[in-house]
């Protein structure tokens, strides 16, 4: 039985060079599609765990009346 991480499954090696050229070409993508007036910007583009990164703009994004659970008891008080 060989041993091999995970991370290394199926991957060819990349050079400094390939992933800068990878990570341009995804930043492109990105301001591309934000670049639409009709595309909404996200507050909450990558949300691990609740209350862990609140950002500036969550007052705004109605989280709580979108979410499935409601305000907890916390904030149901403040």
């Known amino acids: 039985v060989f041993e091999e991480s ?3 499954y199926n991957r060819k090696p990349r050079t400094a ?3 800068s ?3 341009w070409a995804r930043l492109e993508r ?3 599609h934000y670049a639409d007036p009709t595309t ?3 507050s909450r583009a990558l949300p691990f ?3 862990e990164a609140d ?3 969550d ?3 109605r989280v709580l009346e979108w979410s499935a659970g409601g305000a907890s008891e916390d904030e149901a008080e403040g």
């Open 17 to 19: 060079n390939d992933l």
């Open 6 to 8: 995970i991370l290394e």
């Open 59 to 61: 007052h705004l994004a």
């Open 40 to 42: 909404g910007y996200l």
């Open 30 to 32: 990105l301001l591309f």
């Open 55 to 57: 950002g500036d703009y």
């Open 21 to 23: 050229e990878e990570a």
């Open 49 to 51: 765990r609740e209350g």
